[in-house]
């Protein structure tokens, strides 16, 4: 069918945006690694529009990469705060340990030689400026400084487990410098042995 | 070629709209003014024909809506569209169409031509040169989808025209992967680039990051907190497979670059001591470290040749972008100053874009010789985590500047930004991927 008209009109051309929603449901898939440890199954919508739907049979297979195994990693939701324990805090892009925060790192040393059958986790947090991969990179290195003084102050590194939450799980969701230092964190986590 | 003599005729805005006949006409015709540009080539794109089935669902207008876009996205055409289409095998019909549209101001025309047979689409597209007075057809060429991916046969017709133009494919037929959610709960999205379609490519619950494709456009690399611990995945999302664990050391597993030959992976593993970046050869398993650093090392961006790679070290104080080659040696700093982070090398290879933190984070690009920063955003809100299109034509990056994390894209020299995502949600950590297979 036309459409008629008598002149010729200046238009925006609307950018067609209209999402023609819908996700085919693929079956559960399987982890090639552990079972993971929340127990989750873990499914994989295809998106609409997806490359191998227009290739004819399918190209499943491939070269598996092995799986590189690690030492053993103790799981991470054993692990419960402990009120003897207290965060300590770094300043903007730093990840060595203020003196204050030393006093408080020397206080955990003191608790952590006195409970021998607790492991400890430490997780290192960063505030929300600075960019996603580099936090994830600089939350493991206050991790790390938090877990060396605590080493050197004779608390076992084999009881010890770090790790780094980036800028993903702050404490504190407000955009103020005042959120900001309490986000810039090592945060301690025990278990028993 | 086509795109000599079109751009070389291509004139200012000319006529403003004129009196026409409407008396045995096909189509009636306007032009999209948003472009602006005296150097664009203006197109006509009127509805698509539809040469066989039933268009229950308007298929043809909205067909030609979605290649209209994309080629409007290029910033290489001025889009001139009509209503209605133009009758199937008639030739006189057509070549009025033409005439009007030339009239309008037009440059070339695309007619496609939509057949639907069962659940398949076949969308032919036939290109004229209308500067010409005889608007003789220049190209043509099919392409078939299932119905259900009819926009794929639309980006294929744009990416097609483009071709014929630039000698390039476009990159209308392309995914862009990201990161959706709040903190502590992010889940990956895969849409299509212009935004449309986005469909879940994780479900598990925790935290999924910085999803990356490979040069084949047929998986990504993720990071994922799904067994506690940052550890780093691979997805196949079009196919039945179960993702692979590609690094689950104690520590960070972050950070994937994929080689330009996909046998490869860089990434960020810290199971040394600090944040060091390694090499992954896919088939092996065999892990190649290339820094030794006491600083942080990490966001290994390959150079298209796949002799480089750009990074983010601390080691001389605040963030900055360093280069090496393969091998880890020859290492040279590209930018001083920090904060400077998330390096992603052009698919030219001539530039690289980063991330600049002042007050708030802004994108920037630089030759690979360190030389020529510049801006590429401005004074609208936070501007990080850019990727480019597979053509180096365009980036995609996040942005706040509305109040919430959405997935822009632009030109790359900064011009043309428009958000992709219009949901309410946060959408971060943008990857567009090659051209699809």
């Not at chain 1, 609307?14 to 996700?23: M, N, P, R």
Request: charged share 20%.
């Amino acid at each position: 069918m036309l459409t008629r008209c008598s002149h010729l009109a200046f238009s925006f051309l609307l950018v067609a945006a209209v999402a023609l929603s819908g996700c085919a449901k693929r079956p559960a898939t399987t982890q090639a690694a552990a079972p993971a440890p929340t127990g989750a199954a873990t499914s994989t919508a295809a998106p609409t529009g997806g490359p191998q739907q227009l290739q004819s049979g399918g190209a499943t297979g491939g070269t598996a990469t092995p799986a590189p195994t690690t030492t053993a990693r103790p799981a991470v939701q054993d692990f419960a705060a402990v009120a003897d324990l207290t965060d300590v805090y770094f300043d903007f892009d730093k990840y060595d340990i203020r003196p204050n925060d030393a006093k408080t790192l020397d206080a955990n040393a003191t608790w952590l030689k006195s409970n021998p059958n607790h492991l400890v986790l430490i997780e290192g947090h960063c505030d929300e400026r600075g960019t996603n991969e580099y936090n994830l990179a600089l939350g493991e290195r206050r991790a790390k400084s938090t877990m060396n003084y605590l080493v050197s102050q004779g608390v076992q590194a084999n009881r010890i487990t770090i790790i780094s939450y980036g800028e993903e799980r702050p404490q504190c969701t407000e955009h103020t410098e005042s959120c900001w230092a309490k986000n810039r964190r090592a945060h301690f986590l025990v278990k028993p042995r | 070629m086509v795109l000599v003599t079109f751009l070389a005729l291509a004139a200012p805005w000319s006529s403003p709209a004129q009196q026409q006949q409407g008396a045995g006409r096909a189509t009636d015709v306007w032009m999209n003014v948003t472009g602006g540009g005296s150097k664009k080539l203006n197109i006509a794109v009127p509805e698509f024909t539809i040469v066989s089935g039933i268009d229950s669902t308007g298929m043809g207008k909205v067909l030609a809506q979605v290649t209209g876009a994309d080629l409007t996205f290029s910033g290489l055409f001025s889009v001139v569209a009509g209503t209605g289409a133009i009758p199937a095998n008639n030739p006189a019909l057509l070549e009025q169409s033409w005439t009007e549209f030339a009239a309008a101001g037009a440059h070339a025309g695309l007619h496609g031509l939509l057949t639907m047979r069962g659940d398949r689409l076949e969308g032919e597209m036939r290109l004229y040169d209308l500067v010409t007075p005889e608007h003789r057809m220049i190209a043509s060429k099919k392409f078939e989808a299932p119905i259900g991916q009819a926009r794929r046969v639309a980006h294929k017709i744009a990416d097609e025209v483009v071709l014929q133009f630039t000698g390039e494919p476009g990159i209308a037929d392309t995914k862009i992967a990201y990161v959706t959610g709040p903190r502590g709960a992010k889940e990956i999205t895969i849409a299509d680039y212009d935004g449309a379609g986005p469909a879940s490519a994780t479900h598990n619950g925790s935290i999924n990051l910085t999803p990356v494709w490979s040069p084949d456009a047929r998986s990504l690399a993720y990071t994922s907190y799904k067994q506690g611990y940052p550890d780093l995945y691979r997805m196949f999302p079009f196919e039945r497979r179960p993702d692979q664990t590609l690094a689950a050391f104690i520590g960070i597993n972050t950070s994937p670059s994929f080689s330009p030959d996909g046998k490869s992976l860089a990434l960020t593993l810290s199971k040394d001591g600090n944040p060091e970046i390694y090499v992954l050869t896919l088939a092996t398993g065999t892990m190649r470290r290339l820094t030794r650093n006491a600083g942080i090392d990490t966001e290994p961006s390959w150079s298209p040749t796949g002799r480089q790679l750009a990074f983010v070290s601390d080691r001389n104080g605040a963030p900055n972008i360093f280069v090496m080659d393969a091998e880890g040696t020859s290492v040279r700093q590209l930018t001083s100053g920090g904060f400077h982070t998330q390096p992603r090398w052009s698919p030219k290879g001539d530039s690289l874009v980063y991330t600049v933190r002042q007050s708030v984070h802004d994108l920037w690009i630089v030759n690979v010789d360190g030389s020529n920063p510049r801006r590429l955003t401005n004074g609208a809100g936070n501007n990080q985590g850019a990727t480019w299109a597979p053509n180096g034509r365009h980036l995609a990056f996040q942005s706040n500047r509305n109040g919430r994390w959405q997935i822009f894209a632009m030109l790359a020299d900064g011009s043309a930004q428009e958000p992709i995502t219009r949901g309410p949600g946060e959408a971060t950590s943008p990857s567009w991927s090659p051209r699809l297979p």
